[in-house]
């Protein structure tokens, strides 16, 4: 298998976005919080030249420069990002390149990874007046489509979704549990809402709406759970004729995923873990870190079986699909653990590959005017 990745490698160059290849790997640290302020927190992290990322437990100079030059502390990543960087910079710089090659029929996923209160839902959905990933990703694909719409149309179907304790929820209609099923385009929830997206406007409220449906820890009201993992899908599908009359259709697929906290869970907030809850967590959690570790060593079988989670992010993972991963980290000391667990994973992360990014693309002979066919034709296009 390690044949295979040369392989790969050789065909499709380092990055994805042509071609598919190795997942692209980023680092976000946050600003320190007001709260570690108070408890005396100290930075432990270090980022220079956007790409280098260090971690020391000590803020001293000397011991700083010191550690610069031993290994093990020091990572690097495709970028990392900085306190001071802003939402739009997060964007332009890990999920642009994916939108456009989702609106070319690529499939496209970003994950946020890290402990609670990294940052993830900051970077993901942000605020209202500092919007995230989700939200500006969405923004920019509208915009494009206007750009373009004079070559065919395009519709944009949203899903938003909630795997916690092992079960999955539709965030943008709550109600019964869904059930996962296979079939050709790979692992559905099936009965999961697909709402149709006009407007940048209208999806910004409808996502805070949808995280609002996350489910809270019992004893802490209004705050999402940790161990809450929230999927958004975008689908765009394009329709167009070609110079021959002939109508292709294009399907593009974005998923951006924010994960459920990567502490171990024992670690944390003692007093509202239910033993329960908690072991599953760690199990979707877990089953994640062997299935990257099973991709990294090229194993023949990968678990994704073993959790709802890896169930879905089959395809993000080892599918053809160009795949983003944002780890995100906090600069306090006290959360040192933490942050070296998520860089940790983060760097095993770099060392996986996904299959050619092959398009979504079909060519759809154009039926005889007259036919049932050709009726049903112009009532999607219509309809769209
Ligand atoms: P997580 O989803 O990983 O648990 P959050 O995104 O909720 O963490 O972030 C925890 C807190 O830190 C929130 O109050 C959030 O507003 C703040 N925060 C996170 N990232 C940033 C950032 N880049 N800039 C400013 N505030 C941030
Ligand atoms: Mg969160």
């Known amino acids: 298998n390690k044949e295979n990745v040369k392989e790969l490698e050789a065909v499709s160059g380092k990055k ?11 680092v976000r640290l946050r600003p320190m919080g007001k709260k570690e302020k108070e408890a005396g927190a100290r930075s432990c992290v270090r980022i220079e030249n956007k790409r280098d990322v260090y971690l020391t437990e000590f803020v ?17 990543f495709d970028a990392s990002f900085p306190e001071s960087t802003s939402q739009l910079e997060v964007y332009s710089e890990t999920t642009a390149e994916l939108v456009e090659a989702v609106l070319q029929g690529r499939n496209g996923s970003v994950f946020c990874y890290g402990a609670t209160g990294a940052g993830k839902t ?14 500006l990703a969405i923004k920019d694909l509208f915009n494009k489509i206007t750009q373009r719409s004079f070559d065919g149309d395009h519709v944009v179907h949203l899903s938003y979704l909630e795997v916690y304790n092992e079960t999955v929820r539709d965030l943008l209609a709550p109600g019964r549990p869904l059930v996962l099923r296979e079939d050709k385009q790979g692992i559905v929830a099936s009965g999961l809402t697909q709402y149709k ?14 995280n609002h449906n996350r489910t809270t820890e019992p004893t802490r009201a209004n705050a999402t759970s940790s161990r809450s993992h929230a999927i958004l899908q975008v689908i765009i599908e394009y329709r167009m004729k070609d110079a ?3 109508i292709v259709k294009r399907i593009g697929k974005l998923s951006l995923i924010d994960l459920a906290g990567s502490e171990r869970a024992l670690a944390t907030d003692q007093r509202t873990l239910r033993s ?18 099973a991709l990294v060593e090229g194993k023949k079988h990968i678990p994704y079986r073993n959790s709802k989670l890896t169930q879905l992010l089959k395809d993000s993972l080892s599918g053809a699909c160009n795949t983003v991963m944002i780890a995100n980290v906090s600069p306090s ?5 933490e942050t070296q667990n998520t860089l940790h994973w983060a ?3 770099k060392e996986i590959r996904t299959k050619i990014c092959d398009k979504n693309e079909e060519m759809v002979q154009l039926p005889e005017s007259g036919t049932d066919q050709a009726k049903l034709l112009l009532e999607l296009q219509k309809e769209n």
Do not use: W
């Open 16 to 26: 994805s976005g042509e071609g598919g290849s190795r997942i692209l790997v980023f």
């Open 60 to 76: 001293n100079e000397n011991d700083y420069l010191r550690l610069k030059r031993l290994r093990g502390r020091h990572f690097t």
């Open 122 to 135: 900051h970077t993901m959905l942000g605020t209202v007046e500092n919007p995230g990933v989700m939200v």
């Open 197 to 210: 997206a006009y407007s940048t406007d209208e999806v910004m409220s409808l996502l805070q709406q949808g």
């Open 244 to 246: 021959s009359d002939n």
């Open 276 to 293: 329960f809850e908690g072991a599953n967590i760690n199990r979707s959690l877990l089953a994640l870190s062997s299935c990257i570790n």
């Open 333 to 337: 000391n006290l959360s040192f653990g």
């Open 347 to 349: 760097d095993r992360a």
